[in-house]
């Protein structure tokens, strides 16, 4: 099983993933937000890459059942019900709701990843459940990190060493790429106190200055959830690993 990190998105084009098995990584916000939202019950994600198409695509679908979600600068959209926060995707908000998610990194790198055979995505919250489904693939793993305006960041290339530190304690097997052995030595380095690498972290700063403190301590969690935003027909629900099912192993 052989792994390689996209410190970028912009190091790839969509075709570079056709086939693939993809993880996208956004810890702040994006990807942690998703599966806090799935895992509170939202039927589905839709994540997309303009603003515009958010708008256009959230108006053809049915009305009420459909919340309009994400950011720009760190902020809530003017007309969107919500921002980027995880912490606004409680249980009372997005249950049973379709969420069309646009975020100025996250969402564009899942957009990007499309034609992957499998696309699946991970933050702090959901590393093992992540790590263990895809050692249970056994399949080459390209791992994008969303970082910041098609540069690198440090949160979601720890998060990468970590979930791959994670993977080959399952899977001995491992071939790494230098990227995916770069990312696991910036775990060693960073990952022990994720709150604080965070805090130090570009985005976290830009983050604290515009009042998200507790969505740090937030995607600082490690393992906090059990879910596995898989995306299929273009949105991310939850895997179900419905083995005794004779549509065996994708989504719900
Ligand atoms: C992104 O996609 O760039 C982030 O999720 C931005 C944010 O922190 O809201």
């Not at 991970?122 to 791992?143: Q, R, W, Y």
């Amino acid at each position: 099983m052989k792994i390689n990190v996209l410190f970028s998105p912009a190091t790839a084009d969509e075709l570079y993933f056709t086939g693939k098995t993809t993880v996208v990584i956004d810890v702040l916000r994006a990807t942690t937000t998703i599966v806090t939202a799935l895992q509170n019950g939202a039927k589905e994600i839709v994540p997309v890459a303009t603003v515009e198409f958010a708008v256009k695509i959230s108006g053809g679908m049915f009305g009420g059942q459909t919340l309009l979600g994400g950011e720009r600068n760190t902020k809530k959209i003017e007309g969107f019900a919500l921002g980027n926060s995880p912490l606004e995707y409680t249980e009372e908000v997005v249950s049973g709701k379709a969420i069309v998610l646009y975020t100025t990194n996250g969402t564009k790198a899942i957009a990007k990843a499309k034609f992957s055979e499998t696309l699946v995505t991970c933050s702090f919250a959901n590393i093992s459940s992540v790590a263990s489904f895809l050692s249970g693939l056994n399949k080459d793993v390209e791992i994008v990190c969303a970082g910041r305006s098609n540069n690198f960041s440090m949160e979601d290339s720890v998060c990468a060493g970590k979930l791959i530190s994670e993977i080959s304690k399952l899977n001995e097997e491992l071939y790494l790429s230098d990227s995916a052995k770069a990312s696991v030595a910036l775990n060693k380095s960073f990952g022990k106190n994720i709150l604080k690498m965070l805090e130090e972290s570009e985005h976290g700063n830009i983050l604290l200055d515009n009042g998200f403190e507790e969505d740090l301590k937030y995607c600082s969690k490690l393992n906090s959830s059990s879910a596995i935003p898989y995306f299929t027909g273009n949105v991310l629900k939850l895997y179900t690993d419905n083995k005794n099912s004779s549509q065996t192993g994708k989504e719900n």
